[in-house]
T-cell receptor, first 111, second 112 residues
Framework: QEKVQQSPESLIVPEGAMSSLNCTFS?????SIWWYQQHPGKGPEALI?????GNKKEGRLTVYLNRASLHVSLHIRDSQPSDSAVYLCAVSGYNQGKLIFGQGTKLSIKP | EAAVTQSPRSKVAVTGGKVTLSCHQT?????MYWYRQDTGHGLRLIHYSYVADSTEKGDIPDGYKASRPSQENFSLILELASLSQTAVYFCASTAGTENTLYFGAGTRLSVL
């Protein structure tokens, strides 16, 4: 069975600092890797995705993908209290249409 | 803006009863998914579908059935609800697995 593991489970970061979240996946044949943000009582919303090895930057977000080590990370520069949420890593490309999520990282930004 | 609507938003069911959760999307998306969310488990895939009248089992299908009568509608059916099925259920749709997944607001199900 495909596995997606996230670390840490929870993270407290001072306002203005960098937040770094990690995700490992079990299948090197996976296609895209996505990061979703979920605020309490809401459905997850897509933040950023990556397909190719290397990094991708969008605004304050940077994602690094290393397929050889089956690892992807999300970095949030200048973290704000509004960034406090659960962040979910999702991996596609297993069986047709299957999208698998990790267990999430709860990020709290301390003013 | 992509729209996925779930109903009901919350439900209390009795053990052994039948529960149907409904999902409707207006995005013209082929792929639809049902996930459940429990504290500490993230989102776990129950059933999914990539074409009308066909459904696929996800990672935790036991105790659940799914129905996709049209491209727009995808239902999750609990024939005999159990206490362990208390959770928040999310429906989602996407044009393809390389595209953004759009989620509904969730259904909070309590089985007593």
């Amino acid at each position: 069975q495909e596995k997606v593991q996230q670390s840490p489970e929870s993270l407290i970061v001072p306002e203005g600092a960098m937040s770094s979240l990690n995700c490992t996946f079990s299948n090197s044949a996976s296609q895209s890797i996505w990061w979703y943000q979920q605020h309490p009582g809401k459905g997850p919303e897509a933040l950023i995705s990556i397909f190719s090895n290397g990094n991708k930057k969008e605004g304050r977000l940077t994602v690094y993908l290393n397929r050889a080590s089956l690892h992807v990370s999300l970095h949030i520069r200048d973290s704000q209290p509004s960034d406090s949420a659960v962040y979910l890593c999702a991996v596609s490309g297993y069986n047709q249409g299957k999208l698998i999520f990790g267990q999430g990282t709860k990020l709290s930004i301390k003013p | 803006e992509a729209a996925v609507t779930q109903s009901p938003r919350s439900k209390v069911a009795v053990t052994g009863g039948k529960v149907t959760l409904s999902c409707h999307q207006t995005n013209n998306h082929d792929y639809m998914y049902w996930y459940r969310q429990d504290t500490g488990h993230g989102l776990r895939l129950i059933h999914y579908s990539y074409v009308a009248d066909s459904t696929e089992k996800g990672d935790i299908p036991d105790g659940y059935k799914a129905s996709r009568p049209s491209q727009e509608n995808f239902s999750l059916i609990l024939e005999l609800a159990s206490l362990s099925q208390t959770a928040v259920y999310f429906c989602a749709s996407t044009a393809g697995t390389e595209n953004t997944l759009y989620f509904g607001a969730g259904t909070r199900l309590s089985v007593l």
